[in-house]
Structures are given as structure tokens and as C-alpha cells.
């Protein structure tokens, strides 16, 4: 997150950096548990290569080495750089390591150690980030299936009648269906625009009312707001009281769009990111934590849905 020049406050940017720990949380971080993996529904697909297996190709001049940590086995290409201390990059073909030539394998089997944790969790991070774009070729058919609310619902083709939801739109169940106005013979072009058009009209429907409510409980008001497909951040809101929310939040769970939206109306009030904002995040949405967590780790450039 960062204040711009305009004065515009954006939800969250790209992610963490290559390389060294995530960034650093907000004040007042306390531990908690996170949000389950239901938030956004893994689709089956293919999975990613094991963190101990060598990808197909090496960066030149690298080698294929792999260390034992607690019970699981890391493999990393390791290739010597002139550079003063020693990288760890989580890329999609898995740890990569760039080492000045004085370091021994004894020193960045240390730094791998210290790292262990942060390297663990960027592989899980690449994985449910592979699955989700290995599930994309295969998704716009007919019998595709995209999150929606938190749940995977299926896509079904008809050309006779106009787009339809077989379910609750507003409280969606695992296995509901959406059914397009499209012929059996439409491609996945048509598919995915049409889905998203009306993913997106159903962003907006859900969006409005919970900036209603949560509007209501702040005391706030607002010039107005929009939907937005950025691909670096979830939300913002601007000095002139307008707020823009990404439609790609309609493929989460609610408590995660909830919060988002908690995040934006608080910054009506605390033009900032300081202790006094997070204290009125927390009284407009008091289970933030969680879902802020789970944005950091899923930036909008890697949904499948784009």
C-alpha cells in the first residue's frame, strides 16, 4: 500500500519484493489465524513441480542442488554472481539462488536455513498461482467452472434465453450454475467475455450494498464509486471521497471483499495508513487481520480471471 501524489490510497501493490522477507506488516499486527484456503477456490488442475524437483531447463551457468529442511526436501539452482551477498528469488520453476564467488555452499546452506520459513511460504504462494493459470485453458467451456463469492460455480451454454443463474445469486453454493447466451459451438472467447460481464454486473449489485452498510456504521458518505480492473491493487479512494474497488474481488469469499471495502471507507476518515486508520478498519470490519493477510498473498495479477 502507498499514498500517491494525488492523494489517492491504494490497496495493496504488487507483492512482495524478489528477494529477503515480506514486506513489513502495518503497526499493531497481532498473530491470528488465516483465512482458509475456501476463500478462493482452488479448481483442480495440473500441479505445479515438487520444490524438490530440477525445472525442465536451468538459467546458464546455474546447477541443480537440493537440501534437507526438517522433513522436506528444498531444491534450488544456484548460480554464481558478482554481487556482495547472497540472493534467494522464488520464481515459477521454484528457489533460484545468485551467490558472490567467496561464498561456500556451507554459508548459503545457512541463509537458505534462515530463510526457510519465507522460502516455504513463497513456494506455496507459487503453487496455488500455477494451479489457478493451469486451470485457465480448460476453463471457458461449457462445463468450466469459475470462483464466484468464494465457490465454484459451472459455466453452462444457451443461446435460447438470456443469462441465468440456477441458485442464489447473493448466497451462492458449491456446483451452482451460470448459463449463457451463447451456442454450444461458441468459443472460449465469447465465454470468458460473457461470464465476465456478468461477474462484473454482479460486482457491482454486491459491491454497492455492502459500501451502503458499511457507509452507515462509519457515519460516512461518499462522492461516488466505481469499478475498477487494475491489475496492481484491490481498491483506492481519493482525497475527493470517491472509492474504486477491483470486480475481480467477486471471486472471493465475503469476508475477504468486506474488508477491502472497510479498508477504503476508513480511509474517508485517516487519509493514512497510521495506527489511528487500522483502529478505524478494525472497528468498521473487526476480523480484518485475516483477510488483509490473505490479499497480501494473492495480488490481482495472478487470479486466473483477468
Not at 499493531?28 to 520444490?51: F, M, V
Not at 486508520?277 to 485475516?290: G, H, N
Request: aromatic share 6%; proline share 10%.
Amino acid at each position: 500500500m502507498r499514498a500517491a501524489d494525488s492523494r489517492q490510497l491504494d490497496l495493496f501493490g504488487a507483492g512482495d519484493g524478489p528477494a529477503g522477507a515480506p514486506a513489513a506488516a502495518p503497526a499493531g499486527r497481532t498473530p491470528h489465524p488465516a483465512i482458509p484456503p475456501s476463500a478462493i477456490p482452488i479448481l483442480p488442475g495440473p500441479r505445479p513441480p515438487a520444490a524438490s524437483e530440477p525445472p525442465p531447463a536451468l538459467p546458464p551457468g546455474a546447477r541443480w542442488l537440493t537440501l534437507q529442511l526438517d522433513g522436506w526436501t528444498l531444491g534450488y539452482a544456484l548460480r554464481r554472481a558478482r554481487r556482495k551477498t547472497i540472493g534467494l528469488h522464488v520464481r515459477d520453476a521454484g528457489l533460484a539462488i545468485q551467490a558472490p564467488a567467496w561464498a561456500t555452499r556451507a554459508q548459503i546452506e545457512d541463509a537458505i536455513r534462515h530463510k526457510a520459513a519465507w522460502i516455504r511460504d513463497k513456494l506455496e504462494d507459487r503453487d496455488r498461482r500455477l494451479e489457478q493459470l493451469a486451470l485457465q485453458a480448460g476453463q471457458w467451456r461449457p462445463g468450466g467452472r469459475i470462483p464466484y463469492l468464494g465457490v465454484a460455480i459451472e459455466l453452462r451454454l444457451d443461446g435460447a434465453r438470456p443469462a441465468r443463474y440456477e441458485g442464489d445469486p447473493d448466497a451462492p453454493a458449491e456446483g451452482d450454475r451460470l448459463y449463457l447466451p451463447l451456442p454450444d459451438a461458441a468459443d472460449a472467447g465469447r465465454i470468458q467475455e460473457r461470464a465476465q460481464a456478468w461477474l462484473q454486473a454482479r460486482a457491482r449489485i454486491d459491491f454497492d450494498g455492502r459500501l451502503r452498510r458499511c457507509l452507515d456504521r462509519a457515519g460516512q458518505s461518499i462522492a461516488g464509486w466505481g469499478l475498477s480492473s487494475a491489475q496492481g491493487r484491490w481498491g483506492s479512494c481519493t482525497s475527493q471521497r470517491r472509492i474504486r474497488l477491483n470486480w475481480r474481488l467477486i471471486h472471493f469469499a465475503p469476508a475477504l471483499i468486506e474488508y477491502v471495502v472497510a479498508h477504503e471507507i476508513a480511509h474517508l476518515k485517516e487519509m493514512n495508513h497510521g495506527p489511528a486508520f487500522w483502529r478505524e478498519v478494525e472497528r468498521l470490519c473487526p476480523d480484518f487481520r485475516a483477510a488483509r493477510d490473505t490479499l497480501r498473498r494473492q495480488p490481482p495479477d495472478t487470479l486466473p480471471l483477468i
